[in-house]
Every structure is written in structure tokens, then in C-alpha cells.
């Protein structure tokens, strides 16, 4: 997929409400110091997983439009079986990549390595889920396949 560092701090899995925000932001920052993003891509701030609701939060406090901070655009992403369960509060995209066909493979095959996510069809966080979600999305602007997320903020 291209990426080359992943940082992980030591925040509880699912417990994010345990943590004041602060030190979520402050991580956040800190990450944004050093390398310096002009796009941050994030979580949909009413997907029902309440460590994407508080992740989405600290994303926007900590990229508050100021002099010197690089951040210029902010996307919300969907997450299957996070970001639809939360009804009614469904996601309605407003910006779309189009993915080809190498795209969907190499996404499945990255959701592969988390075995512990990965579920069996009908489940919306199988790979059949993936692959109908791409083409639910590239239906909507007609392509094959796409990807989409809802724009939160764009400094021009």
C-alpha cells in the first residue's frame, strides 16, 4: 500500500473514553509536527466506535487552522460495520477516489493481515463487504469501483 512507518501509541483498545482527550490531541500534534501533512484522512464523526468518534474529535482539535500548521485538507472515511451501524446518522460521501481493480486487491489484501477484524460474509467487514462497498460507491459516480469520503474541512 505504499506505507512506510506506522506509529502506535499506547492508548486502550475500545476505551478511548478513559483517556483524558488531551493527551489524544497532544499525539496528534506531535505527529503533525514531524511530518508535517497537508491532508489528514480520518474517521466519520458518527461512526459508532467510540475510539473513531474520539479519534475524529482530537484529529480536528488538533489540526485547528492556525498559522504554521501544515494540515490543509481533512477528509472523514467510513469504516464497515462502525460508520453504518450508527443509524440514522448515515454516511453520505461528498468527495470520491476511483479505485481500479488492483486498488480492491491490495485493499483486501491489507484487511487480510488483520485476521482479528476480518469476518465471514454476510458481515459487512468481510472481503465480499469491501468489494460491495467499492462498487456501491463507484456505482454512485459512475465508475467500477471508488472509494468515498465526506470533506470536513479544505483551506484553498
Known sequence: MGVRDVIFYDFPDNRFDTVPLLDIVK???????ELKPEIIFTHYEKDLNIN?????????????????????????????SSTEWNYPLGFQPDTYFILSTEHIRKKVEALSC???????YPHPRSVEGVEYLARLRGLQIGVEYAEGFKLVREIL
Not at 27 to 33: A, G, Q, Y
Not at 60 to 69: H, M, S
Open 27 to 33: 499525539s496528534i500534534e506531535k505527529v503533525i509536527r
Open 114 to 120: 488483520y485476521e482479528s477484524e476480518l469476518r465471514t
Open 52 to 80: 473513531h468518534q474520539i479519534t475524529y474529535k482530537a484529529v480536528l482539535t488538533a489540526t485547528r487552522p492556525q498559522p504554521g500548521n501544515p494540515v490543509k485538507k481533512i477528509d472523514s472515511c467510513e469504516v464497515l
